[in-house]
């Protein structure tokens, strides 16, 4: 059974930095394509970054947000700079082949 738990969002001023963590257990990301998504009050659910093989970035994030992992601690992170207000959302992460969502981590970005 796989479990995602999210960690390292908070309440930050526009242009600032945040890190987020996802810690797996019950599958290696390694081996996995593993995504970040994030959803805004009223709005659907979006994917910001991917890693497995390569990255992918959304184009409103692209130059301020970095994917990466840590195969020893099966651990993903996002690492988001140059936050704007409109980064604030509630960020999860899921790895792409199974219908299991954590409990994600509110980031909340003031202008």
């Known amino acids: 059974q796989v479990q995602l738990v999210e960690s390292g969002g908070g309440l930050v001023q526009a242009g600032g930095s945040l890190r987020l963590s996802c810690a797996a257990s019950g599958s290696r990301i390694s081996i996995n394509v593993m995504d970040w998504y994030r959803q805004a009050p009223g709005k659907q659910r979006e994917l910001v970054a991917s890693?497995?093989?390569?990255?992918y970035y959304a184009d409103s994030v692209k130059g301020r947000f970095t994917i990466s992992r840590d195969d020893a601690k099966n651990t993903m992170y996002l690492q988001m700079n140059s936050l704007k207000p409109e980064d604030t959302a509630v960020y999860y992460c899921k790895f792409r082949n199974r219908d299991y969502w954590g409990q994600g981590t509110q980031v909340t970005v003031s202008s």
């Open positions: 890693i497995f093989r390569a990255t």
